[in-house]
């Protein structure tokens, strides 16, 4: 249960002007990890619950948009591990659909990025979709920097090894 001042109705106000700035971009980074967009809506309602009840001191960060990111990697990390969250999945068009040129290109991205293993695939997501740096990610993730390089470099080789053929595949010049 939340202290008294994460009732106070500013705060209130306050968390969820935050959480509706940063909501789509914590979706699209979520869906990133995990494949499917109703688990990633998941992950990142998660992310708020536990972010709203610690509030007080999330809001006082240096950057409260970064810890919100921490927590939603920390939600995907401990859903592969606990098993909590198991959802089939099933094969939809992103809400945003991409011009149909970049569609195959897209979703072979994205099959591919489900293969990798759920730290690895947090690894790349984090390093290369998100920009942050090995220390960055390294904290976050609660891992080493080495490791943070060493999965960055294994994700990225089987990355382009499942993408070999796409950008040859039929269609391109």
Known sequence: MGSRSAEHPDTREEFREFAVASQSHL???AYLLCGDWHFAEDLVQIAFD???RHWNRVRDAD?????ARHVVYRCFLDSKRKSRLDTVPVEHLPENPAPPEHTETRLA???A???LPPRTRAVV???YWEDLSVEQTAGILDISQGSVKSMASRGL???RTSLAGV???PGRS
């Not at 950057?63 to 810890?67: D, I, K, Q, V």
């Open 167 to 169: 950008a040859d595949g």
């Open 50 to 52: 536990r972010i709203y």
């Open 113 to 115: 990025l489900k293969c």
């Open 109 to 111: 991205v994205l099959d």
């Open 125 to 127: 997501v984090l390093r």
């Open 27 to 29: 979706r699209r980074s």
């Open 157 to 159: 080789a089987l990355l």
């Open 63 to 67: 950057n409260p948009g970064a810890y």
